[in-house]
């Protein structure tokens, strides 16, 4: 198995175990990564999903060797896949967390900024390192960069193929957390325990607001947020919520 994929107490893990290509993704990793991700989205025991790598590396990219006699049917085939996945973990109504402590390069990186929370360490390494093998960044990078640190940031950072560490990414808004190296896996379960424990019916939809809120104008969104806010206040999660506040103790969330 180059993916390794479980479901405990509402949190998925899916774990990338390539680690002698530094988690590169094959064709049949990105399958299973796309099929473990649709089990998230349609398994209602689902409520947080925790995406991670191996020790060194969280996704070290695209399998390169796999690229020596590229088609153009292939090649729209390999971004079909990639694409997918990436709007499969944005569209997912329900938190991903990315943990990571190693390599993140190329679709690695656009797998980390399509989710929801990051946490890496102080060691890890980001990169869009496409120029060096003749390509421009794929994965949606340039459009996700742009939305986290601008226009002249995103160019800087994609056209130098400059790697930066861990601590940079956060100073540049670009991770939710620093962690220590050995609390990593440790604190992206915490974080994924105290998600599971809420009202992620509620999280899911705010998902959706964000998405809603780059595309209209602001009374477009306010009429989206109506609709949105209507629908999870017939929910049993808000129903206990309500009661909860009123008796004075700590809400029970069903995800219902």
Not at 39 to 48: G, K, N, S
Not at 59 to 84: N, Y
Not at 111 to 126: I, W
Not at 199 to 218: P, V
Request: aromatic content about 6%; some cysteine.
């Amino acid at each position: 198995m180059t993916v390794r994929f479980g479901i405990e107490n509402g949190v998925a893990t899916i774990t990338l175990d390539r680690p002698e290509r530094l988690n590169a993704l094959s064709a049949e990793m990105k399958d299973q990564l796309l099929d473990n991700l649709r089990v998230c989205a349609e398994d209602d025991a689902v409520r947080v999903v925790v995406l991670r790598g191996t020790d060194k590396a969280f996704c070290s990219g695209a399998d390169v060797s796999t690229m020596t006699e590229p088609s153009i049917p292939w090649g729209r085939h390999r971004l079909h896949v990639a694409h997918q996945i990436v709007k499969a973990i944005v569209h997912l109504e329900k938190p991903v967390i990315a943990a990571v402590g190693g390599v993140a390069t190329g679709i690695g990186w656009s797998l980390v900024l399509a989710s929801d929370f990051v946490l890496t360490t102080p060691g890890a390494l980001f990169g869009q390192v496409f120029r060096n093998i003749g390509l421009a960044p794929d994965g949606g990078s340039v459009y996700l960069l742009t939305q986290y640190v601008g226009v002249l940031r995103a160019k800087e950072l994609t056209m130098s193929a400059r790697l930066i560490k861990g601590d940079e990414a956060f100073r540049l808004g670009l991770a939710t957390e620093l962690v220590d190296a050995g609390q990593l896996h440790e604190r992206a379960e915490a974080l994924a325990r105290e998600l599971a424990q809420t009202a992620s019916l509620a999280l899911g939809m705010t998902k959706r607001l964000f998405l809603a809120a780059g595309g209209c104008d602001l009374d477009q969104f306010l009429e989206f947020e109506s609709h949105v806010q209507n629908q999870l206040i017939q929910t049993r999660d808000h129903a206990e919520g309500v009661r909860a506040f009123l008796e004075k103790r700590k809400p029970s969330f069903s995800g219902r």
